[in-house]
């Protein structure tokens, strides 16, 4: 089993920064695929980013890009997502996700993660 635990979301005014905070326990954290998921109120569960076991590969939502920047210190077991320039389409419940089995790639759909967070709150004025 894995337990993970976001923290780190608010309020912020459009064009601000928020880091959030994913802390993993229970399994060797630095074999997983991390990943990080919104889901907007009325609207599906979203990939946002992913990071490789290691860290040495990224992968993001278009609209993100060049904004976010999703990092992880496995020594830490700690995943983290870099939230600049936000705009309030980015306000969301983001969840933080495990992918435990290996794929060989990032993936990008809910189902291919195994674990999930509980959720932390971003809202974003304008």
């Known amino acids: 089993q894995v337990q993970l635990v976001e923290s780190g979301g608010g309020l912020v005014q459009a064009g601000g920064s928020l880091r959030l905070s994913c802390a993993a326990s229970?399994?060797?954290?630095?074999?997983?695929?991390m990943g990080w998921f919104r889901q907007a109120p009325g609207k599906e569960r979203e990939f946002v980013a992913g990071?490789?076991?290691?860290?040495?590969?990224?992968y993001y939502k278009d609209s993100v890009k060049g904004r976010f920047t999703i990092s992880r210190d496995n020594a830490k077991d700690t995943v983290y997502l870099q939230m600049n320039s936000l705009k309030p389409e980015d306000t969301a419940v983001y969840y933080c996700?495990?992918?435990?089995?290996?794929?060989?790639?990032?993936?990008?759909?809910?189902?291919?993660?195994?674990?999930w967070g509980q959720g932390t709150q971003v809202t974003v004025s304008s």
């Open positions: 996700a495990a992918d435990y089995h290996p794929r060989g790639y990032i993936g990008t759909m809910w189902y291919e993660y195994d674990y």
């Open positions: 229970g399994r060797t954290f630095s074999s997983y695929v």
């Open positions: 990071i490789s076991s290691s860290g040495g590969n990224t």
